[in-house]
């Protein structure tokens, strides 16, 4: 006789609660762990992208046309296939390619540079009016970078974000597929794998759970520091 829906998805009783949550801390890890590098990287390289386009000349055309194709690699090659291709590398700068750690360099590579982007896009959104009078007034590079610059494209910035890391989060499910731990490696290795589709659908929640909150926090802080 076949199994009854509770007996084969509502079954919690096949659940062990020690490997859930290292489950989720492994996630959570990695997903913070890699956004902190994402952000610092990301908003270097978006000013660098930024700063090199807003005056074009030969160099700085050349520069940033280098910058792009570096930054468009590493975006568009998809997650996966960019994580076994840096294996060696991965080895090389944390000593494993299995475990939370061993997903963090593939993640950084694959995300900064789409946070580049959106920086960028954020930076040339603000209002030149306010950017030639910053100028006008004396302010340095650094004073127009921090006092200008940031705070007026802070929303834009918060929204890039935000939008990153829940990429990032479906990230982690995928290298957990291959190795790297977490609920993505739980839903698949403990769940699918065993037939054990129970663990499958609450990893699946939880990370919709996980996702929900990244979202309503950035929504949050986006209206916040909107000054429209």
């Known amino acids: 006789m076949d199994k009854s829906f509770s007996e084969t998805y509502l079954n919690f009783e096949q659940i062990d609660t020690e490997t859930l949550r290292q489950a989720i801390f492994d996630t959570l890890f990695m997903t913070i762990a890699s956004m902190i590098l994402v952000f610092v990287i990301g908003l270097l390289l978006g000013l660098a992208l930024y700063t090199l386009g807003r005056k074009k000349n030969g160099v700085r055309s050349l520069l940033y046309g280098v910058v792009s194709i570096i930054g468009n690699i590493f975006r568009s090659t998809p997650f996966m296939i960019l994580m076994v291709l840096i294996i060696p590398f991965t080895k090389l700068l944390v000593g494993t390619m299995l475990g939370a750690k061993a997903a963090i360099p ?3 590579l694959s995300a900064a540079p789409f946070y580049a982007r ?3 896009i954020a930076f040339r ?22 006092k200008v610059l ?26 957990g597929a291959i190795g790297a731990g977490g609920l993505g490696a739980l ?27 990244v979202q309503g926090v950035g929504d949050f802080l986006t209206k916040k520091t909107d000054k429209r």
């Open 125 to 146: 959104e603000v209002d030149s009016g306010v950017l030639e009078a910053a100028d006008s007034m004396g302010a340095s590079y650094l004073e127009v970078i921090y």
């Open 187 to 213: 839903a698949w290795q403990e769940g699918y794998q065993r037939g054990n589709y129970t663990v499958t659908l609450l990893a699946t929640v939880i990370i919709l759970i996980i996702v929900f909150i």
């Open 150 to 175: 940031i705070p007026e494209s802070l929303p834009a910035l918060i929204s890039g974000i935000t939008v990153t890391t829940i990429t990032m989060i479906g990230f982690t499910a995928m290298a």
């Open 118 to 120: 959106l920086v960028e």
């Open 106 to 108: 593939a993640l950084v």
